[in-house]
């Protein structure tokens, strides 16, 4: 018996697409979304995604593995079009027969698409910072689309998601599945997505202090004690260095950061590095700011990258108990 009838009856696109109950996707969050909590969130209804990160496809590979002796519901797995294996990364997902890929952190490179969906029915989802990309993107293979505002933690475009959704899903989701992700921290936001034409959400922030989550204890209470403002978007220091800004509570590491892009620059300058390897040494600076707020719980130094729905996380809970409210709050809010 379904005790949230209007929510499912809205999220029913949502959840054919990706084979569980409730079309909540947890974003995936390096070293947070590994085989722990996206088995958690996949066996309480939701769709986990294994943030592969920086991981080498040998450490992949065993990450799929262990997910699938958790859990046998169906979970994806997010790569960054950047990585330098990507292709590779590929081949693993489909030895493992991963029914979803999501492709994060810029334009997916040529023949990615089609490597992913080569031989077998696996769905590719990608984000888009604009409806012109969101439409190249699906002509041009992906089957949704996550459509994520500034307001989320990590790498951020530049529009709110209330902004994104507007402009967006009136566009696209009579015929496209877009799901919306950025700042949601509870039912009655997802209610009015789903009203606007979503076919489900995805959060982060609300997920990473889940009993299941392998973060920090010092991690996770620096969530508890953080409000809104205090998750502040990183500065770009040089204009000729890209940067995706990146969104994560105001500590040393921020400033450290900010250090860090000087220094590349000056690379950049001296002509000691190219353009992509000065973004890969900004990426790697995040992978290993990251890792030491998330694994070691330096909060000090690392990079506790959060979304400004950070005040709405006070507690540790259990995944299930996350959806089971969010579910409810929705129900709520779509019941006449």
Known sequence: MNH????AAMMQRGTDFLGCDTAIMCGAMSWVSERNLVAAISNAGGFGVIACGAMTPDILDREIAATKALTSKPFGVNLITMHPALFDLIDVCRTHGVTHVVLAGGIPPKGSVEAIKEGGDTKVICFAPTLALAKKLLRSGA???VIEGSEAGGH??????????QEILPELSPDHLVF??????????????LEMGAAGVQLGTRFACATESIAHPDFKKAFFRANAREAVASVQVDPRLPVIPVRALKNKGTEE?????????????????DMRE????IEHFWAGALRRAVV????????VMAGQ???????EEPAADIIAQLMSQCEAALTP
Do not use: C, W
């Open 156 to 165: 951020i475009g530049p529009v709110s998601t209330s902004v994104l959704a």
């Open 296 to 303: 070691d719980g330096d909060v000090e130094n690392g990079s």
């Open 309 to 315: 729905s950070v005040g709405m996380v006070t507690k």
């Open 143 to 145: 089957d949704a689309m």
């Open 257 to 273: 950061f900010t250090a860090k892009q000087r220094e590349v620059a000056a690379l950049l300058d001296a002509g000691t590095v």
């Open 4 to 7: 949230h009838p209007n929510t």
């Open 278 to 281: 000065a973004q890969l040494q």
């Open 180 to 193: 919306v992700a950025g700042g949601i921290g509870r039912g009655e936001a997802i209610a009015s997505y």
